[in-house]
């Protein structure tokens, strides 16, 4: 059933979940206070960052981060990120700070990076799944900082989306998933970027990428040359060890079958028309996700279109991703066919998310000796 933004909020107060509408650059101080007592009294918060919403609790509470897990439905086994204000609170958070997680602090702090540290005895060891490290990032959203900086402690907040539904970058989408899970939203507008935080692990030498996202891999080598990068999503590369956690393939697993197209454009689209044509042909609804200059080719069949937004603005696109999974999804297609960008810069995550959305489904328009294009 469908819900006007509207109707959506009030069934959500009804069943105990707050909704604050804020100012993203300049947020009311008084919802920025009324949110931290929420955490301070052990309850949980959604709020915009830069990157996706998060689902916060106070980080020093054992019991608060618990019914993170219980909200979400998410495994036990999965750590979260450690929310931060400032240096002060890194010292609290870490047991160690190596001079290279300095000098990345530095440079991409307020922003989308998380640095995975040893952990301080301070981080209750569910925040972490159990393990000697935490996951830390300073956000830069101002509502983020806002609440951070009012409530006086570092806030462990996940993506605030069901386990194994896209990261939400609205409210709305935050609601859809968690609306009676959640006590407040702080409602800030779409989240900027869109695509998560890149995961880097500094503990190992050298820093290697879990999970590639908002800083690109090419920024982070211009300051550090030597971060690497298991790049265990692309097709020609073959199945590595043991992923780490930020790696597990199955992420968003969409009810319609989904088929990630990789190539050029002029290859990939033709062979999403054969496929949509041959699926339609076979009684089954289709939904397509693409750049929008690649979908006119589709205007004459009998599917349902998502444009990603310009083929040759990758910020643009990151920013739609999850909204394009979760509007498909909700149309209720039997399959979803998707081509985007290569997997440069920005387009490195968009390409990791839609990799794992399609659970590795992925069909090669292209042979890569020809083309190392995707
Ligand atoms: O942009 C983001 O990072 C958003 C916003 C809210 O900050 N948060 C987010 O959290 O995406 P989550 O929980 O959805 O993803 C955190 C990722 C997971 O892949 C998790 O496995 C990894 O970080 N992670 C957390 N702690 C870790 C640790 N100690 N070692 C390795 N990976 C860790
Ligand atoms: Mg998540």
Not at 169 to 185: C, F, K, N, P, R
Not at 191 to 208: F, K, N, Q, R
Not at 307 to 325: H, K, Q, Y
Request: glycine share 8%; hydrophobic share 50%.
């Amino acid at each position: 059933m469908k819900y006007t933004r509207v109707a959506r909020a009030a069934l959500a107060e009804k069943i105990g979940t707050r909704i604050l509408v804020v100012d993203p650059i300049h947020p009311d101080p008084a919802a920025i206070a009324e949110a931290a007592s929420v955490l301070q009294g052990g309850g949980l918060v959604a709020f915009p960052t830069e990157t996706v919403y998060g689902l916060g609790a106070n980080a020093l509470d054992a019991g608060a981060v618990a019914r993170i897990f219980r909200a979400k439905g998410r495994p036990a086994s999965d750590p979260l990120i450690v929310h931060i204000h400032d240096r002060v609170q890194l010292a609290l958070v870490a047991a160690e700070v190596p001079e290279v997680a300095l000098m990345l602090a530095e440079r991409f702090w307020p922003g989308p990076l998380t640095l995975v540290l040893r952990r301080a005895p301070a981080i209750p060891p569910g925040v972490a799944a159990g393990r000697p490290t935490v996951a830390v990032r300073m956000p830069r959203h101002p509502v983020a900082l806002a609440l951070l900086a009012a409530v006086g402690v570092p806030i462990a907040a996940p993506s605030a989306n069901r386990f194994s539904r896209p990261s939400p970058t609205l409210a709305s989408h935050v609601l859809e998933d968690l609306a009676g899970q959640v006590d407040l939203v702080l409602d800030g507008g779409p989240a900027p970027i869109g695509l998560e935080s890149t995961v880097l692990d500094v503990t190992l030498d050298p820093p290697v990428v879990l999970r590639p996202g908002g800083v690109t891999l090419e920024a982070l080598r211009a300051v550090l040359p030597v971060v690497t990068f298991v790049p265990r999503y692309l097709p020609m590369e073959p199945q590595e060890s043991a992923p780490a956690p930020g790696m597990l393939l199955r992420h968003y697993s969409p009810r319609a079958e989904m088929m990630l197209f990789s190539g050029p454009a002029e290859h990939a689209v033709q062979a999403m028309v054969a496929t949509a044509q041959r699926l339609a042909a076979a009684g089954r609804r289709v939904g397509v996700m693409a750049p929008e200059q690649e979908l006119g080719a589709f205007a004459d069949l009998d599917v349902l279109t998502e444009s990603l937004g310009p083929r040759d603005d990758p910020a643009a696109i990151g920013a739609r991703l999850f909204a394009c999974m979760r509007a498909l999804d909700a149309s209720g297609v039997d399959a979803i066919l998707v081509h985007a960008i290569a997997p440069e810069g920005l387009g490195l995550a968009v390409w990791d998310r839609l990799f794992r959305a399609t659970e590795g489904r992925v069909v090669d328009t292209m042979p890569l000796r020809e083309s190392n294009r995707l």
